[in-house]
């Protein structure tokens, strides 16, 4: 299986002297072509570190991260910038959209910024993949929590990143709607041949996914791969 | 007390975010208190200098209309009166002392010439001048030019250049050399002869004792002399001096009256975005029990204690500011620096009322806020309803403005409905503003997705809150509008210049006249019509006469030669010799009279007098009755002139104006100029006025362009999410930064565009009520579109320069933590 991110040693440290919090202790994982990875843990576990430290959200300490054969450690803004908007998707917890452009602006929105021409085809596809496609002119304010994070799982998927992150993608939405966003993202790494690594403390949520990383105190604990 | 102590811990942890309302107080503050610092600095200076000038002079015998002389026999008169201890005749005038390099020294108005007087002039050295030749010069003067006893300097009083020599130096308390003049003296007899006439003076000072009678006194006096106790005389003059300053500080308190009042959008803005960010805790105070009054009463505390922290700086730095113009000043007299109780008074209820008042509204708002918000966290956006019952009473209000000053445009005089239409347009615009706002931007919105999304997004951003951006761009239409209606008149008024010029009213080649505007040595006239290259020449002489009781301006001319000077277009009738007089058509109308019609007359000098009208003729610029030479000068005691007009053989040649010249002694103190050389000092004054105003303007747009940076800064805070987001799905720091650049810039364009529309309208009206009012024929209404578009570039430019710091705040946001904020 090809690795498409992956992490050696992984340190991440916030504050110095007595406000020092080491958030990632020496954390090494590879996540590979087509596989839903749930990172599981407790609150303070370092689940949503890892998750921004290779997706280049935020600066590493020490170790190494990777996004296909680039390393993130020692990237400047502008090329992380650029990485996150060619090769990464994010879904997050709250907050996905821009609320001043409708349902299709926010999907072609990482495409829009780097100027590139959307696939029509493919979005056409992801677009009803995540069954939208009668919402298109709406504002996200005229939408449901559910709708908005399908039209998330929607944005993360138009650019066909290698990659696609989401943190609690779940967690601000009834059951119901919880279930459809997990089986969209279950759908896309089945149909779509996307990458998703999703971060939730939610078990449910986690029994989506093909495998479960689990941390403590910023270590990886335990590593399961299901059927 | 709990109100208070609340109250100032909102200010202090919002202190960030107050930062632009408290400099846009102080600014307006600061410029408030430094021109009233100044200006009664000033005027208690000039009053205590009046004071010092007049020791020794009990009272003062003068004519009521300067110009007119006392003789000699009048002086020994009161010499003689009981009780007079002193009589000394005065003589006083422009006289234009060159420094070492040949230039003229001090500023033209305070720089005289007269004869000794024992009580305020007092010799330091050398002697007082005896002869003519000899002069004395006040110590100041002396000092600055380097001028010693023994010295010979160049000098000119109306006439040829003098080299006389310095016999003395001397001290004064003359007001005039304390506010920076210089002090020539004369011998007597030679000062009757330079700046009056030999044996006549311009005043007679009496020093009285025991016995002194006022109504001897008065008795004695002929018809327009009066006599001033010095107690008068010095209320008289500081009142003189002081109404330049009065003047000046009108101008200024003006500006910053439009600075303070462009500082109340900015200070709206502030509070309605403070009050909307605390909605929960404010609901919660109402759920707990606060009523609706304690609520609007705790932000109008946080109001006052910003108004007051701002105004009490404010006050500080304009105290400072006033001292150090006062200071500056070299043509004012020294004085101690004045900070009365009004003073501080109008400066901080200035403040602290504005900010009051501008945060009354967003109090009255958060006094709505239902207990529930508290719960809910959300708050109710602006409804539609009170949108359009605004949009409703704007367009009433600019329509019937814009109606009435269409209309006052087609009256004669219409003045009134011009100033009611302004009155009623400015605020329908600016109620109107969040209305205009979404339709102007909607059209340029095109334009900016076209440069891409981050333009998209800046373009939305703009009009995201049409309450807000209407209120940041109204400060900035404010000025813009103030500044091209200045531009169209400015532009008006120098087309009207050329036009003129282009015109054939004068004729005459050249135009003689005193750096000082002051009169010429009545010999002028005499020496010039000797030369072989003149052809015609008339002084224009003017004196007042009264008409059936009224004081009109009556200008003489030598009318058998006004034909090659002026042009005169006469609608009835034409000159006629004798004792003929013309009028122009307005004032002929006004009055009735006809040609052929006896008017009576009552000259200068007391004479009464019958003139025929002969002529009416249009009217220009130089207006009202015109009479010979013949008829006036023999009612005049100075026979003097401010212009002599000339017609040359050629035409305008250097050649000529050489001539000319070196007739009249080649003095610095005599201009020769011709209709350009005219029209150029015409303009240069426009292009002054001009500048002074967009300077003083210049504070408005300041509080502008911080009430810009105001609203880009909440903007970016309240937006931290959005553009957390954007930065994680890929937009990058510059990326971020053209954002918000993009967004400021929208918004000031919209304000510019606004007020320049306004200013042209607005210019366009005044220009032509006033032109139509006052009879200038030559007034074309005229779009400076270079000026026009560099206000719009200015406008732009603002935005750019407003944006510099919220856009790098936005650019260094956190992106973690925005994407994390709740």
Known sequence: MKVVSSATDLTKVYGRGETRVVALDGVSIAFGRGEFTAIMGPSGSGKSTLMHCMAGLDSITSGSARIGDVELAGLDDRRLTRLRRDRVGFVFQAFNLMPTLNAAENVTLPLDLGGRRPDREWLDRVISTVGLSDRLHHRPAELSGGQQQRLAVARALASRPEIIFADEPTGNLDSRSGAEVLGLLREAVRELDSTVVMVTHDPAAAAHADRVVHLADGRVVDDVRGA | ?822
């Not at chain 2, 020794?56 to 110009?67: I, K, N, Q, W």
């Not at chain 2, 209309?407 to 205009?436: E, I, K, N, Q, Y």
């Not at chain 2, 426009?686 to 504070?699: C, D, E, S």
């Open chain 2, 1 to 822: 007390m709990t109100v208070f102590r609340t109250a100032l811990r909102t200010v202090l942890a919002h202190r960030a975010r107050l930062l632009m309302t408290v400099l846009a107080v102080l600014l307006g503050v600061a410029f408030v208190a430094g021109t009233l610092v100044f200006t009664t600095s000033v005027s208690d200076a000039y009053v205590a200098s009046s004071r010092q000038g007049l020791s020794g002079v009990d009272v003062r015998v003068r004519p009521v209309e300067e110009g007119r002389l006392l003789d000699e026999a009048l002086r020994a008169k009161t010499a003689a009166l009981p009780g007079v201890t002193g009589a000394a005749g005065a003589v006083e005038g422009f006289t234009a002392l060159a420094g070492k390099d040949g230039r003229l020294v001090g500023d033209g108005w305070p720089t005289r010439g007269a004869n000794p007087s024992g009580t305020r002039h007092r010799l330091t050295t050398g002697r007082m001048p005896a002869v003519e030749g000899e002069i004395a010069l006040d110590s100041h003067t002396a000092r600055r030019t380097g001028y010693a006893v023994g010295d010979t300097v160049r000098l000119s009083v109306s006439g040829p250049v003098l080299t006389p020599t310095v016999t003395g130096v001397f001290d004064t308390d003359d007001g005039n050399v304390a506010a920076g003049g210089t002090l020539v003296l004369f011998d007597t007899a030679t000062a009757q002869r330079l700046l009056a006439e030999p044996g006549r003076y311009n005043q007679i000072d009496l020093a009285v004792g025991p016995g002194f009678d006022p109504d001897a006194l008065k008795a004695l006096l002929p018809y327009g002399v009066e006599a001033v106790t010095a107690a008068q005389l010095a209320e008289r003059q500081a009142e003189r001096n002081a109404e330049s300053v009065t003047a000046l500080s009108q101008v200024l308190l003006a500006c910053a009256g439009v600075a303070l009042f462009v500082g109340i959008f900015l200070i709206v803005n502030t509070f309605t975005m403070l009050v909307t960010q605390r909605t929960r805790e404010l609901a919660l105070l109402r759920a707990v029990g606060a009523s609706r009054g304690q609520v609007t009463r705790s932000v109008l505390v946080e109001a006052f204690l910003v108004g007051s922290v701002a105004s009490a700086i404010g006050l500080a730095v304009g105290i400072g500011g006033g001292y150090a113009l006062f200071a500056a000043g070299d043509s004012l007299p020294d004085g101690p620096l004045v900070v009365d109780a009004a003073t501080v008074a109008v400066s901080l209820g200035l403040g602290i009322g504005v900010t009051l008042f501008a945060a009354w509204l967003p109090a009255r708002r958060a006094a709505r806020i239902p207990p529930v918000a508290a719960l809910a966290g959300v708050h109710a956006p602006a409804s539609a309803r009170s949108l359009r019952v605004r949009n409703g009473i704007g367009a009433v209000l600019a329509v019937a403005g814009g109606a009435l000053v269409i209309v006052s445009t087609v009256r004669a005089d219409g003045v009134l409905p011009l100033g009611l239409g302004v009155v009623l347009l400015l605020p329908g615009v600016f109620v109107l503003t969040p209305f205009l706002s979404r339709g102007v931007i909607a059209v340029v919105a095109p334009a900016l997705r076209r440069t891409g999304v981050v333009g998209g997004l800046a373009g939305r951003n703009a009009v995201r809150n049409p309450r807000r951006t209407a209120a940041t761009a109204s400060a900035l239409t404010i000025g813009l509008t103030l500044v091209a209606a200045l531009t169209v008149i400015g532009a008006g008024a120098d087309r009207a210049a050329h036009r003129l010029a282009a015109s054939d009213y004068l004729t005459a080649d050249y135009i003689v006249s005193m750096a000082n505007s002051g009169p010429l040595a009545p010999d002028t006239d005499d020496i010039l019509r000797e030369l072989p290259e003149v052809t015609a020449s008339s002084p224009r002489r003017v004196a007042h006469a009264t008409f059936n009781g009224v004081q009109r301006e009556v200008t003489a001319w030598r009318m058998a030669e006004y034909r090659q000077l002026l042009t005169l277009e006469f609608t009835a009738g034409g000159y006629a010799n004798g004792d003929a007089a013309v009028v122009d058509a307005d004032t002929a109308t006004g009055n009735g009279w006809r040609v052929g019609d006896t008017l009576a007359v009552v000259w200068p000098d007391g004479a009464p007098g019958t003139l025929t009208l002969s002529g009416i003729y249009k009217g220009t610029f130089d207006d009202g009755v015109k009479v010979d030479l013949s008829l006036l000068d023999p009612h005049l005691d100075r026979v003097s002139a401010t212009d002599v007009y000339v017609r040359t053989r050629g035409g305008v040649t250097a050649a000529n104006e050489r001539a000319l010249a070196h007739a009249l002694g080649d003095s610095p103190a005599v201009l020769v100029r011709d209709k350009s050389a005219l029209l150029d000092d015409v303009i240069g004054q426009i292009g002054i006025i001009l500048t002074v105003l967009y300077g003083m303007l210049a504070l408005a747009v300041v509080v502008a362009v911080l009430g810009i940076v105001n609203t880009m800064a909440m903007s970016v805070h309240e937006r931290t999410r959005e553009i957390g987001l954007l930065r994680a799905v890929g937009l990058d720091r510059a990326g971020v930064r053209r954002m918000v650049r993009l967004e400021s810039v929208v918004i000031s364009l919209f304000g510019g565009v606004l007020g320049v529309g306004l200013g042209v309208f607005v210019g366009w009206a005044v220009g032509d009520v006033v032109s139509t009012k006052e009879g200038i024929t030559t007034w074309a209404f005229v779009l400076p579109w270079g000026l026009l578009l560099l206000c719009l570039c200015g406008a732009a430019g603002a935005g750019v320069v407003a944006a510099i710091w919220p856009a790098r705040r936005a650019a260094r946001l956190d992106l973690l933590a925005a994407i994390r904020t709740e």
